[in-house]
């Protein structure tokens, strides 16, 4: 009960909350739609979705703020690479919460003259380049620990290791490579299941990826499948938010 009362205590753990019931009543829609549902019905799911995300913009009043401070905050990181992505990628959100503050005026009819089209399709281009950033930085991380962990097993090779890997060396050239990629992808999901942060913002990213690329219309998913994305990555940011050793640090 205690970790829940932690949990329903945080703003941001309200608004990921909202944003798993917003999206899930996207997959909803979809699926009623599709199953032959009367109008009505998903009209009243879809109405629910939007004033979900209302809701959601409201709670995400003045985080611009808060996402300038951590990008002052990673200024100051020793790794460059890190600086960089962490630095960016705190910049674009507060760009896109700013542009999302000014959505929700219009939305809310306090400032009725915002063209909301156009402010949208700029909140999902700054939330698309946070994205990017974010995939990224996690590249960087992932390629850090393959080297890390390929570095160790050389160091534990014997000598009759060594001379397997020169016999080895007239094979042919495919099978060479076909190999390499193999060991690759055995030393990738070795790293990934040693490091659940790591693996679960790779994840969480890759599902937020679809969301502002459809809407910007640069790949287009069906409804149900953006509805997924979102709730899956909503349900993932939950995760890290109720177990904190599960959110990837700088």
């Given at each position: 009960?205690?970790?829940?009362?932690?949990?329903?205590?945080?703003?941001?753990?309200?608004?990921?909350?909202?944003?798993?019931?917003?999206?899930?009543?996207?997959?909803?829609?979809?699926?009623?739609?599709?199953?032959?549902?009367?109008?009505?019905?998903?009209?009243?799911?879809?109405?629910?979705?939007?004033?979900?995300?209302?809701?959601?913009?409201?709670?995400?009043?003045?985080?611009?703020?808060?996402?300038?401070?951590?990008?002052?905050?990673?200024?100051?990181?020793?790794?460059?690479?890190?600086?960089?992505?962490?630095?960016?990628?705190?910049?674009?959100?507060?760009?896109?919460?700013?542009?999302?503050?000014?959505?929700?005026?219009?939305?809310?009819?306090?400032?009725?003259?915002?063209?909301?089209?156009?402010?949208?399709?700029?909140?999902?281009?700054?939330?698309?380049?946070?994205?990017?950033?974010?995939?990224?930085?996690?590249?960087?991380?992932?390629?850090?620990?393959?080297?890390?962990?390929?570095?160790?097993?050389?160091?534990?090779?014997?000598?009759?290791?060594r001379q397997q890997q020169q016999r080895r060396r007239p094979e042919a050239g495919l099978q060479q490579l076909g190999l390499r990629l193999q060991l690759e992808l055995r030393l990738l999901l070795?790293?990934?299941?040693?490091?659940?942060?790591?693996?679960?913002?790779?994840?969480?990213?890759?599902?937020?990826?679809?969301?502002?690329?459809?809407?910007?219309?640069?790949?287009?998913?069906?409804?149900?499948?953006?509805?997924?994305?979102?709730?899956?990555?909503?349900?993932?940011?939950?995760?890290?938010?109720?177990?904190?050793?599960?959110?990837?640090?700088?």
């Amino acid at each position: 009960m205690e970790p829940w009362v932690r949990f329903s205590a945080q703003s941001q753990a309200r608004e990921r909350l909202l944003r798993a019931a917003q999206y899930g009543c996207a997959l909803a829609g979809a699926a009623l739609q599709r199953n032959g549902a009367s109008a009505e019905v998903v009209a009243r799911v879809r109405q629910l979705e939007a004033h979900l995300s209302l809701g959601r913009k409201l709670l995400r009043l003045g985080g611009s703020a808060d996402a300038l401070e951590a990008a002052k905050r990673a200024i100051h990181l020793s790794d460059a690479v890190l600086r960089f992505c962490l630095t960016l990628s705190h910049l674009n959100r507060a760009m896109y919460l700013a542009c999302d503050n000014v959505l929700w005026a219009g939305k809310a009819g306090l400032a009725p003259a915002v063209d909301q089209e156009k402010w949208s399709q700029r909140s999902f281009r700054y939330y698309l380049f946070a994205l990017i950033v974010n995939l990224s930085r996690d590249a960087y991380e992932i390629r850090a620990l393959m080297e890390r962990e390929a570095g160790g097993q050389r160091a534990k090779g014997t000598e009759a290791g060594r001379q397997q890997q020169q016999r080895r060396r007239p094979e042919a050239g495919l099978q060479q490579l076909g190999l390499r990629l193999q060991l690759e992808l055995r030393l990738l999901l070795r790293v990934l299941r040693g490091n659940p942060p790591l693996l679960l913002d790779v994840l969480k990213n890759a599902c937020d990826l679809f969301i502002p690329l459809d809407k910007l219309g640069l790949y287009r998913s069906s409804p149900a499948f953006v509805g997924l994305c979102g709730l899956a990555s909503s349900v993932l940011s939950i995760l890290t938010i109720l177990h904190p050793w599960l959110k990837l640090k700088p």
